[in-house]
């Protein structure tokens, strides 16, 4: 496969950037250009600053680390509905997909081409796809964005930032006289977010004895050093992947962005969960039974260690084996129909999960946060719920109605679905 090239397309003030490869949309929905101080231009900013993070971190790139970024900066917005995003990352032997929000991603090969919205996620769309579509790649804002590619033009981007109305990362040599796959091959442009043939996932599998290709994901970034936001560009002033004869310069940029290792945490003004643990230097609340904090990555071990109340921040991430990602806020049950669960009734937030196996209940299982612990309980499902601990091979059954507390790379299978536990706060 020869190297991908990176194509604006024109018409759009919506935000592309080409940063060492890594391809970044973020919707601009006003008529006006966006500026450095405009939520776009300040998102965009943010979004580089992370994609430079993992490049630096992750050798070879997957894009499991900007997702892991990615993730963490959006769950310590304000309000991380106000930020529209689509990155491609591309990998050794296939590309990365991360989509947040009104951003459509639309995968094309000679046979087949699958689109993938933002929007139809609970939270966001992560998909790794082995191969790479041997067509292209496109990020489109909704209101622009087609169901197939566009025929290939010629406005190459290497590097920087500039306005238009999506990009394609087209692969393989140009080819006049090949149509977009789903008008070749007549295939219609699905809009699911699962696949089953091309992402690298966890395929159905109702069999709990079965092999199961996934692993532990990538764990949030923990240092115990925290960069002082020089960077790279300090001496001369300018940023090689974001400079100043592009649209948008590299200016410093107010909260809430992530830059240099450091997310600031944005408390609900009321509600949420009040918790007991300890304050690091920049006051976000950890579990007491950690090192580093979870949020910026300081050590702990320079505290009094006194433990003080505050509203607990979300406990990490289920993430579905097609990508879809589920923010551990308050409690939730999972199931084929859960709205009627007493779980529900009594505050936590039902989640339906698709499942062509049949051996899902209408409520499987639910999800706890007690203090800092994410457990897992089955609602007595016919089928089961089954654990597989990090490292392990074997599944477990859980016994029904019993909590079993889960830790980072837990993987949790009910029916023919697979759930993925990520959470920095278990991280000790």
Known sequence: MTDPQLEVLPGGTHLIANADGVVVVVAHRADIAASSESPAGRTMTALLGLAREAVAEEKPRTGRIFARLATTWLMNLDNEDQVEFGVITPSADGVALFLHGGVTAVLESSDRAEVLHGRDAGFTVDRVVIPAPDIGVGLFVDEDGPSALPGRGIAGLEAGTVPGS??????????ADRAPAARKSGVAASRSVASDDVDRGVGDSPNPSSSVPVGRPVGLRKSAEVDDGAGPSAESGRDPEFDTDT???NVPIPVPVRTRGVVPVVMPDDGGVV???FMCSRQHLNDPRVSFCAVCGIRMDQLTCVLTEGIRPPLGLLMLDDGTSFVLDNDIVLGREPEHAAAVGRGARPIRLPDRS????????????VEWEVTAIDQGSANGTYIRMPGHQEWIRAMPNHPTTLVAGCQILLGGRVLTFDSQHSQF
């Open 166 to 175: 999506g990009a394609v990362l087209w692969f393989g040599a140009p080819a």
């Open 358 to 369: 049949g051996g899902m209940s209408r409520a499987h299982v639910q999800i706890r946060l």
């Open 275 to 277: 918790v007991r643990g």
């Open 247 to 249: 649209l948008v310069p």
